[in-house]
């Protein structure tokens, strides 16, 4: 996605925030966040397929991964650890030296 596109995408939240009717807000904005539910689970699925074929196939560390993608660490470390809850119950990080991360034995 293009600097544009995301510019676009933005832009139209914000006019959705400028509604002038509050009901017509809520509902539009309801309506948005209702799709962007699904949205976000398609998403979260084509991203961690990117970050596994990018470790596999390129062999890139988590932080190379991180960068390419400009994402979190964290985001990166949790798709090899499986993990897709919130950051607030994530599990502790495992020692380094250990088989965390490609490379790392």
Request: net charge neutral.
């Amino acid at each position: 996605m293009s600097d544009e596109e995301v510019r676009r995408v933005t832009d139209a939240l914000e006019a959705v925030e400028q509604i002038p009717d509050v009901e017509a807000r809520v509902r539009a904005q309801s309506r948005i966040m209702a799709d962007q539910v699904k949205r976000n689970r398609k998403w979260a699925d084509e991203r961690r397929e990117v970050i596994k074929q990018l470790q596999a196939d390129e062999g890139l560390s988590y932080r190379q991964i991180a960068d390419r993608l400009g994402i979190k660490l964290s985001t990166v470390q949790d798709v090899f650890r499986e993990y897709t809850g919130s950051g607030t119950n994530r599990p502790k990080a495992t020692p380094r030296g250990t088989a965390d991360e490609p490379g790392s034995e």
